[in-house]
């Protein structure tokens, strides 16, 4: 079962009200209104971890996201764990000045990270920070609001990033805000936290999930080459399936690039979406894989005599994934969002219309041995009863080939001798 992570997103809006960025609190469950933090660097951590398990660019829909740092958590490796065009990294009032705080932000920025002060107050140790910093964040809350103008008018001869008023919980403030030049905005007149809560995802499923958005999204080889070649357990199960796939090439392949070239981005995408639905399958769900790879191999061979072979690897995904959030213990919709796929698919997972839920409707019948609505949804098709007895066949034995990797590692399953589609 994977770890309940939670998280509350607030969102930092421009002057027109329209959404910038989201800051990410922490949270100890879903029911909590407040951070409840054991330590600074507990809830920095927790986070960046969050996030990650969540997806930033489910997460996040393409905004920023602001997180806190203390100390601990800025000195710490972890702050590198999500990548620099999604984060803005806010340091807390609470870190104090120093020679080793300067360094280090010094080298995040190299590296591309931005960063916010938060809650400023004008004391001089801070000020070797201002041409290091994009935003400063204003409690207006908390202060007098000639306070406010008047640090935005004393500090902006010497800043050149963007101010953001936080705690805002009234027309009044927003347009005093404004009005003094501060561009952006968070608070209770915009929006409260809202609470988020979802089953992790395991490490090895996110880094397959990710590379299967790239891969579906890419154009050239290239873009996919490096991400894979970082994570060396898929650099060697790619390379295993390479080689499999590839039985009559006369040079082993051994490059992520030679094994990409051969197998192309769609059939990639398609023993991607493999893996992730049977990367570590515990003994309790390893045969809920199998119904899974079985009934993605009926449909897709139900497909071949009527549909093209773009369809045909579609049929194979749909039927994969319609397991899919009961293997990863997780909503199916929320996996969906996570991983855009074409409305046909999309259509027969979740509203069992379009053109590919009849071969999804009569593959689940044939697992059930239900007659009437095998004769039912093979009628929608043009289905003879001889082709689904040997359909389902054909399929049983080609998973039971592959089941003793399934077994043993939890790998995407190797494709038989000259069978190149996985």
């Known amino acids: 079962m994977g770890k309940e992570t939670f998280l509350a997103r607030q969102p930092i809006v421009d002057a027109e009200h329209g959404l910038f960025a989201y800051?990410?609190?922490f949270r100890q469950s879903?029911?909590?209104?407040?951070?409840?933090?054991?330590?600074?660097?507990?809830a920095g951590v927790e986070v960046i971890g969050s996030t990650l398990c969540l997806g930033p660019d489910w997460l996040l829909q393409g905004k920023l996201a602001f997180?806190?740092?203390?100390?601990?958590?800025?000195?710490?490796?972890?702050?590198?764990?999500?990548?620099?065009?999604?984060?803005?990294?806010?340091?807390?009032?609470?870190?104090?000045?120093?020679?080793?705080?300067?360094?280090?932000?010094?080298?995040?920025?190299?590296?591309?990270?931005?960063?916010?002060?938060?809650?400023f107050v004008c004391l001089e140790e801070y000020r070797p920070l201002l041409p290091m910093v994009d935003f400063v964040k204003l409690d207006v809350l908390e202060q007098h609001p000639e306070k406010t103008?008047?640090?935005?008018?004393?500090?902006?001869?010497?800043?050149?990033?963007a101010f953001i008023a936080e705690k805002v919980e009234s027309r009044e403030m927003f347009e005093l805000c404004r009005n003094a030049g501060i561009e952006y905005f968070q608070g209770y007149y915009f929006a409260r936290p809202e609470n988020l809560s979802s089953k992790s995802i395991q490490p090895g499923q996110l880094a397959v999930l990710e590379l299967m958005n790239r891969a579906r999204s890419c154009e050239d080889?290239?873009?996919?080459?490096?991400?894979?070649?970082?994570?060396?357990?898929?650099?060697?199960?790619?390379?295993?399936y390479a080689n499999s796939a590839a039985s009559g090439v006369r040079q082993p392949i051994h490059t992520v690039r030679q094994a990409l070239t051969l197998v192309g981005l769609k059939t990639l995408y398609r023993w991607l979406a493999l893996l992730l639905v049977v990367a570590n399958p515990s003994p309790t769900n390893l045969l809920l894989a199998r119904t899974a790879v079985t009934r993605g191999r009926v449909c897709e061979l139900l497909g071949q005599p009527r549909l093209d072979r773009d369809a045909q690897d579609e049929l194979f995904i749909t039927g994969l994934f319609s397991l899919a959030g009961l293997l990863m213990d997780m909503p199916l919709p929320e996996l969906l969002e996570r991983l855009p796929m074409p409305d046909a698919i999309v259509q027969a997972l979740l509203e069992r219309s379009g053109p590919y839920a009849p071969f999804l409707k009569l593959a689940e019948a044939s697992e059930r041995n239900d007659f009437e609505a095998i004769a039912r949804y093979a009628g929608e098709i043009a289905c003879a009863p001889e082709e689904i007895t040997m359909v389902e066949l054909q399929s049983l034995a080609w998973t039971e080939a592959l089941s003793a990797e399934l077994a043993a590692d939890g790998a995407a399953p190797r494709a038989q001798a000259?069978?190149?589609?996985?």
């Open 221 to 240: 080889l290239g873009e996919i080459e490096e991400p894979l070649r970082r994570n060396a357990a898929l650099t060697l199960r790619l390379l295993r």
């Open 23 to 25: 800051e990410l609190l």
């Open 418 to 422: 000259g069978d190149t589609r996985a």
């Open 30 to 42: 879903l029911n909590s209104v407040s951070a409840q933090i054991g330590s600074q660097l507990q």
């Open 67 to 119: 997180i806190n740092l203390d100390e601990a958590t800025l000195m710490s490796d972890f702050v590198c764990l999500l990548p620099p065009h999604h984060v803005v990294y806010e340091i807390l009032e609470t870190v104090p000045m120093s020679a080793v705080l300067v360094a280090r932000i010094r080298e995040l920025k190299q590296l591309g990270y931005r960063f916010a002060l938060d809650d």
């Open 149 to 161: 103008v008047e640090i935005v008018s004393h500090i902006r001869l010497n800043f050149r990033g």
